[in-house]
């Protein structure tokens, strides 16, 4: 039971363009959502997060949009870098226990 | 570097064996989090611990236990291991066990022979 689902393995964009990452939920007790990235043989690191009573969240080159309604969120780059490359989680939680429940990943690719 | 640290980062054992995992959290972080990610199942979360008490529990292993001490610092304990169990071994905190945001460590690989 895949509660949270990023279904785009990879992701190939050029330099300076957007790239959009999505990611898609099935519990509706999710109220916190976040998205890290992961480079091989190191830990996620946090990127952004957004609250369920907010529809847009941006930091900087990134804005995360949530959709409550569809399920959905996305995370959109802008621009797009060569060190951006790396695996992209989104992550969701509930307020009744806050472990972390991970899609399986997208793997952004910035091509110079 | 999230200020969370992780010993050790490479770990080559033998089935049936035992191992000890180290997490150091973040400075003023009470709660403390392990995840494993493996190659089918992606990263799922096993146990949490605030200020040296178990909150949660995932889908964590009978054979696996955890701990946190009265420094906070945590551990993971895998015995009788099993091939399956080689892994990434993710140690993440927040501020408080209502924290939403949790950083993770560098991790521990654990290869089983």
């Known amino acids: 039971d895949q509660q949270v689902k990023q279904n785009s393995p990879s992701l190939s964009v050029q330099e300076g363009r957007i790239s959009i990452l999505n990611c898609d939920y099935t519990n509706s007790m999710f109220d916190y959502f976040l998205w890290y990235k992961k480079y091989p043989a190191e830990g996620p690191t946090f990127l952004i997060s957004?609250?369920?009573?907010?529809d847009k969240n941006e930091d900087g080159r990134f804005t995360v949009f949530l959709n409550k309604s569809a399920k959905h969120l996305s995370l959109h780059i802008v621009p797009s870098q060569p060190g951006d490359s790396a695996v992209y989680f989104c992550a969701a939680s509930a307020r009744s226990n806050y472990k972390l429940t991970f899609g399986k990943g997208t793997l952004l690719t910035v091509n110079p | 570097d999230s200020g969370v640290t992780q010993t050790p980062k490479h770990l080559i054992t033998a089935t049936g064996q035992r191992v000890t995992l180290r997490c150091s959290p973040r400075?003023?972080?009470?709660?403390v989090y392990w995840y494993q990610q493996s190659l089918d199942q992606g990263l799922q979360f096993l146990i949490q611990y605030y200020n040296g008490e178990e909150r949660a529990k995932g889908n964590i292993l009978e054979r696996f236990s955890a701990q946190q001490f009265p420094d906070l610092h945590s551990e993971l304990n895998l015995s009788s291991l099993e091939l399956g169990d080689s892994a990434l071994y993710f140690c993440a905190s927040s501020v408080e066990t209502g924290g939403r945001t949790q950083y993770f460590g560098p991790g521990t690989r654990l290869l089983v022979l």
């Open positions: 957004i609250s369920s009573i907010k």
């Open positions: 400075s003023g972080d009470l709660s």
